[in-house]
């Protein structure tokens, strides 16, 4: 008898922590929440690609190549118009070397199962005296870490492909670190 509510006990409890977890995640991806977002990158190759990370930044990132320092800040917000989707926008700044660089982002986030964020997007940037700007279509996949009501941490992939080749007709994978607050 006593194993048997024992094993009732630890059954009730395993069940509540489940639906408490569910609980904050679902309540953080909810319709008329707000998301705000920033994200710090590591790009798969060095030299020009390295560079041309940065050249359309909305998060946070510092890169030295060939004695040039690239360094950017910015972030990302967002509106979950429906549960688990949320429509983003963002801003960044870059001093590329002298050179001042404008970032913005427009796309889409979508929570699968209210855990697992898939983002598309579109983002560029004006280049002060470039002639071509960049623009790139975004795909992002991860997983979100819910650290309590309000954070959350968003390891995951992203692959950028250029839509100017006269900027670039190079593609960017990168491995990204997210940090997001929930409201």
Excluded: C
Excluded at 33 to 41: C, D, S, V
Excluded at 60 to 68: A, E, R
Excluded at 79 to 95: E, N, R, S
């Amino acid at each position: 008898m006593k194993k048997l509510l024992l094993s009732a006990a630890i059954a009730v409890l395993g069940l509540s922590q489940i639906n408490a977890q569910e609980a904050a995640t679902g309540g953080q991806t909810s319709k008329g929440k707000w998301l705000i977002e920033a994200n710090t990158g590591f790009s798969a190759g060095g030299g020009e690609i390295g560079l041309l990370q940065h050249t359309s930044n909305t998060g946070f990132g510092l890169v030295s190549v060939d004695g040039m320092t690239i360094w950017s800040l910015g972030a990302e917000a967002g509106y979950f118009v429906m549960d688990d989707l949320a429509i983003k926008a963002g801003l960044g700044y870059t001093d590329y070397d002298g050179d001042s660089v404008f970032s913005y982002k427009l796309g889409a986030k979508y929570y699968i199962m209210s855990k697992v964020p898939v983002q598309i997007d579109f983002n560029g940037a004006s280049i002060k005296d470039f002639d071509e700007n960049p623009l790139w279509l975004g795909l992002q996949g991860g997983y979100a870490i819910f650290l309590g009501e309000n954070v959350s941490i968003e390891p995951g992939l992203r692959y950028s492909h250029s839509l100017n080749e006269d900027f670039t007709d190079e593609s960017i994978f990168e491995v990204r670190i997210g940090f997001a607050l929930h409201f």
